[in-house]
Structures are given as structure tokens and as C-alpha cells.
């Protein structure tokens, strides 16, 4: 089991580094970079996009300053904050892979999308903790203006630069993005989701394979601050030595049961429902039941898929 990650003891906004604020709410990180002209990383949800906004006002920061909202991936808990940041961030270009714009150019999908979206913010005012209603039911589609590949560049200008790296594995269309001036690695899903201190949810939903080496790739970096997209930021050497060590474990440990499960004749359904067991509760359990067993269901399709081949 991994260590005890600890979340930073934060109060809203809080400055992560010199030109580096952590903005959003206690499980979805939202990241201010500032250049001459500013970005977001990391779009939340509807009911995190409120507590965004004010936070950046209260930081006194000029809204038309910010330039680019960057959208990590395109499942639910990335993307249904854009509509109402676009509002309040009026000059600000919505960027993100070109998958990620066609996923979320379909009518269907996005109507899905705000359907858990509606559901987890009732389960967040359910538990205390938010207050704020959620955001404006909506549009049809989400726009994504800028289409952004491996090794492309966004200059902040004052020496700041964020560097786009492909890291398919917890989706296709995943990308993560590297600030070197900083040493700042802002992996959004690509490292699973810290359900509690002690229990990592592998998040491999499109390729065992692929997120393997999306890890590797980042572990590399070498990075001094490590930002995913949910609970926690890390700024110390050894916890993000940790981190990576924890998630690839608990990763490989993960495809090895199931694998092991099958080789014993278990039903797929079965195991299942014994994972979601085993990992819906706390900070997961922000989400529908239904939303993480089709998760689940996604990790035993991909742990079948890829021991096939092997
Ligand atoms: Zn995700």
C-alpha cells in the first residue's frame, strides 16, 4: 500500500511557487500560471468554477489577462467548468488535444458529461462540502479553440512557457504539461486518483500498456512540483518519488489480481463488483456508483485486452 501522501495544509488560493497558484476546491486542483498573460490548468467542474473565479479576484489578478484554459482530458471532471470560466475569462482561449475537441464537439457526450456532473455536485453539497449551487446547466458542446500536440509551446511571456507532452493511458486524448522554469509537472489524471492517503485508484482506462509509460515518461521529468488534478500537490523530492513508486504498484498489483481473477475462472461481473467495493469510498465516492463501475469495468476490459497479447 502506498504511504501517507499528505495534502498540503491549504487555504484558497494558495501559491504553490513564485508564479504558481493552486485555485478550485478541496478534490479538483485548478492551477494559475503566471506569465505576462496567464493560464488554467485544469478546468473542474461546474460547482468548482465559481469558487475559481473568486479566488482569482481575490488574488486582484486583471481576468483579461488570462489567456489559455487547458483542458487535460476530456472526461466530466475536467471540462464542465469551461462554460462559466469562458464567461468570467472572456479573452481566454480553451486548449487542449485534438481528441479531446472532437469527444467533446459531440452533442451526446457532453450531455453525459453534465449528467455526472449534476450528479457529483449534489453528492458534494450532500456532504458539506460545497455550498455554492452548480454552475448554468449546459450548451450543447465545449469548445476547444487550440489544438495542442506533443512538444508544442504556450508562451506566457516573463520567461514562462508550458511545454504540451501526449500522455495517453487514463484516456486518448490525455495530455500533461511541463513548465521548466518552475520544474512544475501538472499530470492531471495520468498518475490515478489518491482516493485516501493510503489507497491510489489506477485510472488506466484506455491502455495498461500506454499509461505505464505515460508514468515513466513523467517520473523522468524529474519534476520539482508535481500537480495532478485531484487531492493533493506535491513539493518535496521525496514525495514525489513516492507517488510515482505508489502509483505504478499499485497499478501493476491491480492488472495482476484481475489477470489472476480470470485465470481462476471468476466472472467478469464478479470482480467486478468486488473492485468497486474495494475502491468506492472516500474521496472516490464524490462520484455516481454507476460512473465508477463503468471505470472498473474499463481497467478489467484493458487488464484482458493487454495479458492477451502479452
Ligand atoms: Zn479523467
Not at 111 to 132: H, M, P, Q, W
Not at 138 to 144: K, Q, S, V, W, Y
Not at 157 to 186: D, R
Request: net charge negative; glycine share 6%; hydrophobic share 40%.
Amino acid at each position: 500500500m502506498p504511504k501517507e501522501v499528505k495534502k498540503m495544509k491549504l487555504h484558497w488560493p494558495a501559491q504553490v511557487e513564485e508564479k504558481i497558484f493552486l485555485l478550485g476546491t478541496h478534490h479538483f486542483n485548478s492551477y494559475l500560471i503566471l506569465g505576462e498573460q496567464y493560464a488554467l490548468i485544469e478546468a473542474g467542474v461546474s460547482c468548482s468554477a465559481p469558487y475559481i473565479i473568486k479566488q482569482f479576484a481575490e488574488l486582484g489578478l486583471d481576468p483579461q489577462r488570462l489567456a489559455y484554459i487547458l483542458v487535460m482530458h476530456a472526461h466530466p471532471d475536467h471540462v464542465t467548468g469551461v462554460p462559466s470560466l469562458l464567461e468570467a475569462f472572456p479573452r481566454a482561449r480553451v486548449v487542449g488535444s485534438a481528441l479531446a475537441k472532437k469527444i467533446l464537439s459531440k452533442e451526446k457526450a457532453v450531455r453525459a458529461f453534465y449528467d455526472e456532473d449534476f450528479a457529483l455536485s449534489a453528492a458534494l453539497v450532500a456532504r458539506g462540502e460545497i455550498t455554492k449551487p452548480p454552475g448554468k446547466p449546459a450548451g450543447n458542446t465545449i469548445p476547444i479553440h487550440l489544438t495542442v500536440k506533443e512538444g508544442d509551446e504556450l508562451e506566457l511571456g516573463n520567461g514562462v512557457c508550458l511545454k504540451v507532452l501526449e500522455t495517453p493511458g487514463h484516456s486518448l486524448c490525455s495530455i500533461s504539461v511541463f513548465c521548466q522554469s518552475a520544474s512544475a509537472l501538472f499530470i492531471s489524471d495520468a498518475g490515478g486518483f489518491q482516493s485516501s492517503p493510503d489507497c491510489i485508484f489506477p485510472c488506466f482506462f484506455s491502455g495498461y500498456q500506454l499509461y505505464l509509460e505515460s508514468l515513466q515518461r513523467l517520473e523522468e521529468l524529474k519534476a520539482r512540483i508535481l500537480a495532478p488534478a485531484h487531492e493533493v500537490v506535491l513539493t518535496e523530492e521525496g514525495q514525489i518519488h513516492d507517488f510515482f513508486q505508489n502509483t505504478t504498484k499499485a497499478t501493476k498489483e491491480l492488472k495482476q489480481y484481475i489477470n489472476d481473477q480470470l485465470v481462476l475462472g471468476q466472472d467478469t461481473s464478479e470482480i467486478i463488483d468486488r473492485l468497486v467495493q474495494h475502491y468506492y469510498r472516500d474521496n472516490l465516492s464524490i462520484y455516481s456508483r454507476q460512473n465508477i463501475q463503468g471505470c472498473v469495468a474499463a481497467l478489467v476490459k484493458m487488464a484482458r485486452e493487454e495479458n492477451c497479447s502479452d
